[in-house]
Nanobody
């Protein structure tokens, strides 16, 4: 099983970034996919999730309206479009896969994790 996140970088406040997470080794189309982030000195926190059933989405309040999670089942890839980035969005971003999809905001519910991609928002 592999989850490879990419697309991070250093940007200024107000800029946009699109993260991608390419996966392999499991049946992507039957997994809820999530994005989490972890800032230095802080615990990992939920960002967004998209279910495999009708692509229902969930977002953390802190990113609602600025971030959009999508999935392409043909490419086994999940995306996170991040707009109007703020300094507090600075973190390592991780993608994860959850077969059950019942507790999408809980990191311990996810079965597989990828390595993080770093996002830095600074003026």
């Amino acid at each position: 099983v592999q989850l490879q996140a990419s697309g991070g970088g250093s940007v200024q406040p107000g800029d946009s970034l699109r993260l991608s997470c390419a996966t392999s080794g499991f049946t992507f189309g039957y997994y809820t996919m999530g994005w989490f982030r972890q800032a230095p000195g802080k615990e990992r926190e939920f960002v967004a999730a998209i279910s495999w059933i009708k692509s229902r989405t969930n977002y953390a309040d802190s990113v609602q309206g600025r971030f959009t999670i999508t999935r392409d089942d043909a490419k086994n890839t999940v995306y996170l479009q991040m707009n109007n980035l703020k300094p507090e969005d600075t973190a390592a971003y991780y993608c994860a896969a959850d077969r059950e999809g019942a507790k999408v905001a809980q990191a311990n519910a996810y079965d597989y994790w990828g390595r993080g991609t770093l996002v830095t928002v600074s003026s």
